[in-house]
């Protein structure tokens, strides 16, 4: 989430009473319609349980704190429930907690003994380990069966692919250093496919509102929600996301992550404060985004053999660069909305590439289910993902087979081919 703070305001805010307390409680156009959800009713099931990994053993621990309430302050229905795993900045203080009420009484918050199967007896994990991330999300369905049901990372979300040794990074933990990046990632969601299947998976966390995490949990959700911007400290709206939920339990997927980036919307516009949030069905990304990417990247692989085409390719590459960039706190990756449309509405580029650019900006618009950008950014610019793209240097290990589970292969070949320096 999130960007880093300053020292100064980290201090203030532990100082007015947002920082962790007592271990034990908060602490330091379509889509599914089946009655009984993707994963049946079960026993004792609840219509929508919310997984949240909140990793916070940074400088994010009290607006952790603040969330957790948020969640306990707005839950009112019996039929909904928050089931987190906690890792805040004190020295052992990782816990579970359930947030669930009971019919007509106000929420509650009880810490969860998990039988060691997450948090071990020294109660403190390691929230940038992929094995504590495997433990939660495999323990966490076994252990609450469920019509419906969300996953949400919650920590800092890392910048580009520009480092050649991790390929976008998020859940970093400053006590062990250690941090998660996409190929964990999928290799956990490969593990938990297996299992189950999240309605909604979210990241409330900076920068990985991109194709290529939205491609990998394509098999383990329907829907993504996610940011290609900072996110302001707060992140979600928590309070907002579970009064939805209480007074309609039986919502649908497509609805419910509509509602989550519209309440973002509210809450951040409120504020005048920048950020985009977007949600997108991963159905529709997976089929027919990604290969209209690819034809796209086979035709703009024969423009670029052109000098005076490859002239024009620059050109709206640099002012995509421009707007949606640096813009964002990255400099390596593009809005895919915005790109396609650059492209497909330049007369001085062929016919073919212009037809293929606009499927691309077809396809993806018929995927984003819902998108805002709230504050002084255009909303022309953010359209819903980005895409990785850089005119200095390729990092090598986008465009690795053995790295490369984007499904954007024929992109990876041609921005290798169109940068000189790869």
């Known amino acids: 989430m999130k960007r880093l703070l300053p020292a100064t305001l980290l201090t203030s805010l532990l100082l007015t009473g947002c920082g ?19 994963k049946g009713p079960g026993r004792n099931a609840a219509d929508w349980t919310v997984f949240v990994y909140v990793a916070a053993d940074n400088n994010l621990s009290p607006f952790a704190t603040r ?10 229905s019996d039929r909904v429930r928050f089931v987190a795993m906690v890792d805040q900045a004190q020295k052992g203080d990782s816990r579970i907690l359930e947030i669930s009420a009971k019919q007509g009484q106000p929420a509650a918050t009880t810490v969860v003994n998990d039988g060691g199967a997450v948090i071990p007896a020294s109660r403190e994990v390691d929230s940038g380990s992929p094995e504590t991330l495997k433990k939660f999300v495999e ?5 609450y069966p469920s019509r419906r049901s969300m996953f949400v990372i919650w920590n800092h979300g890392g910048g580009a692919f520009t480092d050649p040794n991790h390929l976008k990074s998020f859940c970093w933990d400053d006590v062990t250093e250690n941090h998660l990046n996409l190929s964990d990632l999928w290799r956990v969601t490969q593990s938990a496919s297996s299992h189950t299947k999240f309605d909604v998976m979210g990241f409330d966390t900076c920068l990985l509102g991109h194709v290529e995490t939205a491609y990998q949990l394509s ?3 329907d829907f993504l929600v996610s940011s290609e911007k900072n996110e302001p400290g707060d992140g979600w709206d928590y309070r907002a996301l579970a009064d939805v939920l209480s007074k309609k339990p039986g919502i649908y997927p497509r609805e419910f992550s509509a509602e989550i980036v519209k309440s973002y919307g509210i809450y951040y516009n409120q504020r005048r404060q920048n950020g985009t ?3 997108i069905d991963l159905t529709k990304l997976k089929d027919r985004v990604v290969p209209a990417v690819n034809d796209l990247a086979q035709d703009l692989m024969v423009t670029g053999g052109n000098p005076a085409a490859k002239a024009g390719l620059v ?21 895919l909305g915005l790109t396609s449309q650059l492209l497909s509405q330049d007369a001085t580029l062929p ?23 709230t504050g002084r950014t255009s909303s022309q610019n953010y359209q ?11 990092n090598p290990s986008y465009a690795d087979p053995k790295s490369q589970f984007f499904g954007t292969t024929a992109w990876a070949k041609f921005i290798q081919a169109f940068n000189p320096k790869s």
């Open 139 to 143: 323990w966490g369905i076994k252990s």
């Open 67 to 76: 969330d957790l309430q948020e969640m306990q302050a707005g839950l009112s």
């Open 384 to 394: 819903g993902l980005k895409i990785y793209f850089d005119l200095k240097q390729v």
């Open 219 to 221: 098999r383990v959700s």
């Open 20 to 38: 962790v307390g007592s271990p034990g409680l908060f602490g330091g156009a379509g889509g599914s319609f089946e009655l009984d959800g993707t």
């Open 277 to 279: 949030l977007s949600a």
């Open 351 to 373: 016919q073919s590439t212009r037809t293929q650019a606009s499927k691309v900006s077809q396809e993806f618009q018929r995927a984003v289910v819902a998108n805002v950008t």
């Open 315 to 335: 050109k709206n590459f640099q002012q995509a660069l421009s707007l949606t960039g640096s813009d964002s706190g990255e400099d390596s990756a593009i809005d």
